[in-house]
């Protein structure tokens, strides 16, 4: 038996409690030391509401109104810091260590723009720490202001107009080769029964936006402004890149065009009824600009090319032929200048793509091109039309979005959210060139080659080439039959 039994309980108690006890004691003299900052009331000069644009400096004053609360401090440190020194820089200017404590006191600090998008700057005093000798120990935040927010703009840039320029020409040029290939009478016999054309819609402006509302609300919860730029993207179909991979991948070139221009022409009640709609539910506090003379300039840059290229296959046969076989290299053209010059214009957006933006957009483009696809295939439409019907649903006008957001929210935030539609688009032509890639390399090898496709090689106009009469629509369907039967005899054979 213990021989200090039973005070040994006692004893225990003791040893277990002293170290708590004095832990405690030094909490709380730790914590009366070091009481927390208080609020110091600071004016910003008028310059620090105004927005800076990326690569300018500003000088910016700033007045200190409640220093009499602070007076018991024989020094005090002036700090001024940017929370977000990556998007704008703050040196402040004035000797920090020579600063005595009075009623009212003014300061400035040089603001440099570095890139787009927002901070905040924060007015900080700290005081010395002295022992009981009054020697300085260190330092303690003493007080520090609200935060004023900073707002940079982008920089114009001459290479965004040249980029803006070049796709304009090339589209405008490609439109003209695609009117001397267009036959008028299989477009009358596709608007007279109009399978393609009806199920390309409903793709396009009902499955579409429900999607990208559906995926903005799941990935883009955190901001309405990027649920607003996934949105009016998914509400934005076609555009003349759509032509070009339709043509590229061996789709229906004239059903792609019918499309495209009827969806250019819906758009003027169908993005208002989406946007009064849907878009209520995302933006509810603003009104979504519908960029209806934007539209309006689209469908004239389409008909115009295509009513030169028609004229010419009317009235220059020779110059039609030609300038129809030069379709695919201008195509290939076309789609290198977007990968490249897009990419290299737009490598400031890299820094704005975080996680959800980009798996946001990539189920767009790729959602909308399996459901495009999968519906055509389900109504019994060829390998072409479900083709370009899969191509025309996933394929978005992301210029037209672009300008929504511009005319519809505030600097920098409209180009911040430009990053979803970018990102649309950086993402668009990836599953078209696997498909491209499948083709050279894959049905290659069961005979199907879409590189003798006649649309491709031969000339479209009647009685130009061999002394033959050459009918487009005849020679696209027989091409389109044949492509399905070797299909089927493909799918026969892997099985």
Sequence with gaps: MCPLWPLHIILLYVLCVAPLLLMAQHVHVHATSHEPPKHLNVAFGPEMSEKITEGETKTIEFHL?????????????????????????????????????????????????????????????????????????????????????????????????AFIYTIAILVSVAFINMGCMLDLEIVKATLKKPIGPVIGFCCQYIFMPMCAFGLAKFFLADSIALQLGLFVTGCSPGGGGSNLWTYILGGNLHLSITMTFLSTLAAFAMMPFWT?????????????????????????????????????????PKVACFLARTLKPLAGIFVCVIAGFGIYTNLYMFKLLDTNVFLSSTCLVFFGYA?????????????????????????????????????????????????????????????????????????SRYGICVDKNSVHNTCPVTGLESGQQHN???????????NSDMLANAAGTAS
């Design 65 to 161: 109104a409640n220093m009499q609360d602070f007076d018991d401090r024989g020094f005090l440190e002036v700090e001024v810091k940017s929370i977000y020194p990556e998007i704008a820089s703050v040196q402040y200017v004035g000797n920090s260590n020579d600063f005595s404590p009075n009623t009212n006191w003014t300061g400035s600090f040089n603001l440099t723009a570095k890139f787009l998008g927002y901070s905040q700057v924060v007015v900080r005093l700290w005081g010395n720490i002295s022992n009981t000798n009054e020697q300085v120990t260190g330092k303690e935040l003493v007080a520090q202001s609200q935060l004023g927010k900073i707002s940079v703009v982008r920089h114009p840039r001459a290479i965004d107009k």
């Design 276 to 316: 009064m709609t849907l878009g209520r539910f995302i933006y509810a506090d603003g009104h979504i600009v519908v960029p209806y003379r934007n539209i309006a300039t689209l469908a004239g840059g389409l008909v115009i090319p295509l009513m030169i290229g028609l004229a010419i296959r009317r009235f220059l």
């Design 371 to 443: 459901f495009g696809g999968t519906i055509a295939t389900i109504m019994r439409q060829s390998w072409s039309d479900a083709l370009t019907i899969a191509v025309e649903t996933g394929i978005q006008n992301t210029g037209i979005a672009i300008f929504i957001l511009r005319v519809t929210l505030e600097q920098p935030e409209a180009d911040i959210n430009t990053v979803v539609p970018v990102a649309v688009a950086i993402m668009t032509p990836i599953p078209l060139v696997i498909v491209w890639v499948l083709q050279k390399c894959v049905l």
């Design 472 to 482: 487009g629509s005849d020679s696209d369907e027989k091409f389109l039959s044949n």
